[in-house]
């Protein structure tokens, strides 16, 4: 009996990364995953991955930041499985580096319409769903950085701590439905998206890697099984107790 048997789940961002990592092991562990993602191609490769392991997935594309997708694909998912128990906002950008000062008006409009309205957005859908199923559990990604600063990104800071806001908000106003909310705050996890930031112009990126590696006590990054398995929990009855919590998952970053 798995961990989620018999669950329907929908995760975000499910292309790659930590959203990859969590479709393909709450298919281990026994639920029906709705793999979603910008790139729709990627999101069926996840899908087929699940099905040839003997799993139920389906595969759509899906931009969290636009409102009518979100709609369509979230009744879509419930029609195709029966029932939606578990959401995980994970689709997320870092948008480009920045101070407040640095940072244009268009880039903090496409990181925030990506990263915090797009967790309203798939909340806003999901919840009728998962109040007709009697609760559910909806996890968001949020981060390291929506805990503490640092010098850049600040766009991603902001979006961040706005999804560690909105996740206790929402745990109080669905508490009533059965339907838990809770964070997750990763470190430093090598996934494309990382990498991406790694390219630093003159610097091998092993030595960008240990150099990012190093900000962590325990002097590794993160790997998207970490997260993966936090979410898992949040996402089973063995948080049935747990809501408007903060998953902290960063090798020690903020305990500093
Ligand atoms: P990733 O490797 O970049 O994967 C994110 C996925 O989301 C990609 O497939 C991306 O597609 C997709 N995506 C981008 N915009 C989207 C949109 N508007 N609608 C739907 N999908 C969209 O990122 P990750 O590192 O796995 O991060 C996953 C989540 O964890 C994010 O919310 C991130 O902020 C958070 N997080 C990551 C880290 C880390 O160190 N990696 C640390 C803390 C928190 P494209 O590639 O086609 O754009």
New binding site residues.
């Given amino acids: 009996m798995g961990r989620v048997e018999d669950k329907v789940a929908l995760v975000?961002?499910?292309?790659?990364?930590?959203?990859?990592?969590t479709a393909l092991l709450l298919a281990r562990e026994g639920a029906a995953v709705a793999v979603?993602?910008?790139?729709g191609q990627?999101?069926e490769t996840v899908a087929e991955r699940i099905r040839a392991g003997g799993g139920r997935a389906r595969a759509w594309t899906?931009?969290?930041?636009?409102e009518a997708e979100v709609a369509a694909v979230v009744a879509e998912a419930g029609k195709e499985f029966g029932r939606l128990d578990i959401l995980v906002?994970?689709?997320?950008?870092?948008g480009a580096n920045g101070t407040a000062e640095e940072t244009s008006e268009a880039d903090w409009d496409r990181v925030m319409?990506?990263?915090a309205k797009?967790v309203f957005l798939c909340t806003k859908h999901a919840v009728p769903l998962m109040r007709r199923a009697g609760g559910g559990s909806i996890v968001n990604?949020?981060?390291?950085?929506?805990i503490v600063g640092s010098h850049n990104v600040a766009a991603?800071h902001a979006?961040?701590g706005a999804?560690r806001i909105m996740s206790k908000t929402d745990a109080l106003a669905f508490a009533e439905d059965h339907i838990r909310v809770n964070s997750?705050?990763?470190?430093?996890?090598?996934?494309?998206?990382?990498?991406?930031?790694a390219q630093v112009p003159g610097v091998a990126p092993e030595a960008v890697h240990a150099a990012m590696a190093k900000l962590h006590p325990l002097g590794t990054?993160?790997e998207?099984d970490d997260?993966a398995h936090g979410i898992l929990y949040l996402a089973s009855d063995e948080a049935k107790f747990v809501t408007g919590s903060e998953l902290v998952i960063?090798g020690g970053y903020t305990a500093r």
Avoid: C
């Fill in positions: 975000t961002g499910a292309g790659q990364g930590i959203g990859r990592a979603t993602d910008i790139d990627a999101a899906l931009d969290v930041s636009v906002n994970n689709a997320g950008i870092t319409a990506t990263n797009g990604l949020s981060s390291v950085y929506g991603y979006s961040k999804i997750v705050h990763p470190g430093f996890i090598w996934t494309p998206m990382l990498e991406a930031g990054l993160g998207p997260v960063d």
